[in-house]
């Protein structure tokens, strides 16, 4: 089994900063695509930042210039820097890895438990 466990979360004010972290551990051969996502209240889970295994990065319009997504392999760890925050980005954040893990030797989509974001006007 694979655990994703995200930290970072908090209030901060409009214009401010936060960074996410992520760490995976468990039975991992390899994480490929690494991955955040949010879910405002009411709201649909969308897309947030997703980086590949050779950090090729892919971002949601509405974070583009503010956020920015990296991993470190050794630690099985992503990140997300998020400045410039706005209350529109106030969700629960959410990490997400496509892991392959010993045994298994197939790709399984894993997620974390969610950090708050609060951004206050």
């Known amino acids: 089994q694979v655990q994703l466990v995200e930290s970072g979360g908090g209030l901060v004010q409009a214009g401010g900063s936060l960074?996410?972290?992520c760490a995976a551990s468990g039975s991992i051969?390899?994480?490929n695509d690494m991955?955040?996502?949010r879910q405002a209240p009411g709201k649909?889970?969308?897309?947030v930042a997703t980086i590949t295994s050779g950090s090729?990065?892919?971002?949601a319009d509405s974070v583009k210039g503010?956020?920015?997504i990296s991993r470190d392999n050794a630690k099985n760890t992503v990140y997300l820097q998020m400045n410039s925050l706005k209350p529109e980005?106030?969700?629960v954040y959410y990490c997400n890895a496509q892991v392959v893990t010993y045994g298994r030797w197939l790709q399984t989509e894993y997620w974390g438990q969610g950090t708050q974001v609060t951004v206050s006007s």
């Open 19 to 21: 960074r996410l972290s």
């Open 29 to 31: 051969l390899r994480i």
């Open 35 to 37: 991955g955040w996502y």
């Open 44 to 47: 649909q889970r969308e897309l």
């Open 56 to 59: 090729s990065t892919n971002y």
């Open 66 to 68: 503010r956020f920015t």
């Open 89 to 91: 980005d106030t969700a």
